[in-house]
C-alpha cells in the first residue's frame, strides 16, 4: 500500500483506501475475490491536477519528466491499482459520465451480476481532481460558487435555498461491492441495503442546461425496474447542487414524478461534502444507505430560505421511518441517473429477491 500511496496521483491512492476497506468489511478473502468478481471504477479524465502539474513541470524541466506518467496520466492506472491490491481478476473497466459517474457505475454493476458475467462487483469512485483550467471554466458556465459567502465558505452550497449561486468543489471517495442476495446471505454476509432499481435516459442534447424531462424520465424507470409507485419512496436524496439552473430544473423534475406529495422528504449531501463531481453519485448512494440505516434524514444546513416547492428536509437532522430511498445524479452532456435502494431490514423472509446488495462500503 506504500508503494502504490508513493507512485500514484490522488485518485489512485484514495482508490485503494476505500476498495480495501471494503473488501476488508466484506469479508472475502483474496482467493474468493479473483476470478469471480468484476471491478468497476466510476469516472474518467480523473487525475487533471496531476496532469497539469505534470505539464508545467515538463515545460520547465523536460529531462524530469518521470516514466511512469506514461501510466499515471490515465484512467486505467485506477483499474490496475486496485486490481493490484485486492488480487481481482475478473472483468474490469472504467465509466464515465461526468458527475453521473458513481450512479451509473452502480447501474451497470446490477446488470453485469443480472447478467451473470460476474458473481459479485467492486464499484469504486476515487476522489476526482481539478486543475485550475478546469475549475475556471466551471465559473465561467455559472455552475460553481464563486462570489457570496467567501468569507464564511461553510455557507457557500445552498441546494435549493433563495440565494443560491452554484456548486463547491469537494473531494471524497466510496466503494461498495454488490451481490447477489442469495449469495450474501448463505455466507453470513453483514448486508446494509439493497439496490432494488435503476434507470439512466439522455436528453439528447449536447451541452451544459439540464432538462426536466431527461430526469424525470430516469426517476420513473428506477421507480419501474424496482416495481414500486412514487408513494412507495420516504426519501429523496438529490442530485441538488446548488446551481440556479439545476436546482430550478431538479424540483421541477421531483413535481414531474411526485406531483404534490409532501410525505417524503429531500436533501443533498453536497452542502456536507461539496460536488465530488465523479465520485459524487456513489459518495451521496453510501449517505442515502446510511440515513435509511439510521433511521434518519440529515439536514440541509444552509437551507435558509427555501426556494423549490418540495418537501425538504430542514436544518437540522429528522428522526422519520425510511424504508426505500431515491438517489438522483445529473450530469453535463444531458447524462441522468437514478437508483433506488431500500433497507434490507424491511426485505419479506418469504418473497425471494433477485437483486444485487450493497455490502460493506466505506467513503
Not at 442476495?181 to 446494509?192: S, W
Request: net charge positive; charged share 20%; glycine share 10%.
Amino acid at each position: 500500500m506504500r508503494k502504490v500511496a508513493g507512485r500514484a496521483a490522488l485518485p489512485a491512492r484514495t482508490a485503494a483506501c476505500v476498495a480495501l476497506r471494503a473488501v476488508r468489511d466484506s469479508g472475502l478473502t483474496r482467493d474468493q475475490l479473483a476470478d469471480g468478481t468484476a471491478l468497476i471504477v466510476a469516472g474518467s479524465n480523473l487525475a487533471l491536477a496531476h496532469q497539469a502539474g505534470t505539464v508545467l513541470g515538463h515545460a520547465r524541466s523536460p529531462g524530469r519528466l518521470r516514466a511512469s506518467y506514461a501510466l499515471t496520466h490515465l484512467d486505467v492506472d485506477v483499474v490496475g491499482t486496485v486490481s493490484e491490491l485486492t488480487g481481482i481478476h475478473g472483468e474490469g473497466w472504467t465509466l464515465g459520465g461526468a458527475s453521473a459517474s458513481g450512479t451509473l457505475a452502480l447501474v451497470q454493476a446490477v446488470r453485469t451480476i443480472a447478467a451473470g458475467w460476474a458473481e459479485r462487483v467492486l464499484v469504486v469512485a476515487p476522489a476526482a481532481e481539478l486543475s485550475p483550467v478546469e475549475a475556471e471554466s466551471f465559473r465561467r458556465t455559472g455552475a460553481m460558487a464563486h462570489e457570496r459567502f467567501r468569507d464564511e465558505p461553510a455557507r457557500m452550497c445552498r441546494p435549493f435555498d433563495r440565494d443560491r449561486q452554484g456548486f463547491v468543489r469537494g473531494e471524497a471517495a466510496a466503494a461498495v461491492l454488490l451481490e447477489p442476495a442469495g449469495a450474501a446471505r448463505e455466507r453470513g454476509a453483514d448486508v446494509l441495503a439493497e439496490i432494488t432499481g435503476h434507470g439512466q435516459r439522455l436528453d439528447a442534447r449536447r451541452g451544459t442546461e439540464p432538462d426536466a424531462e431527461g430526469q424525470a424520465a430516469a426517476m420513473r424507470a428506477a421507480l419501474a425496474t424496482a416495481g414500486i409507485t412514487p408513494d412507495e419512496i420516504d426519501y429523496v436524496n438529490a442530485h441538488g447542487t446548488g446551481s440556479v439552473l439545476g436546482d430550478e430544473t431538479e424540483a421541477a423534475s421531483l413535481h414531474k414524478v411526485f406531483g404534490d406529495r409532501t410525505t417524503y422528504r429531500v436533501n443533498s449531501t453536497k452542502p456536507l461534502t461539496g460536488h465530488c463531481l465523479t465520485a459524487a453519485g456513489l459518495v451521496e448512494a453510501v449517505a442515502a444507505i446510511a440515513q435509511l440505516r439510521a433511521g434518519a434524514v440529515h439536514p440541509n444546513p444552509n437551507l435558509e430560505h427555501p426556494a423549490a416547492g418540495l418537501p425538504l428536509a430542514g436544518r437540522t437532522a429528522e428522526r422519520r421511518p425510511l424504508r426505500t430511498a431515491l438517489s438522483n445524479s445529473f450530469a453535463f452532456g444531458g447524462i441522468n441517473a437514478s437508483v433506488v435502494i431500500r433497507s434490507i431490514r424491511v426485505s419479506s423472509p418469504e418473497k425471494p429477491c433477485n437483486s444485487p446488495q450493497q455490502l460493506r462500503r466505506r467513503p
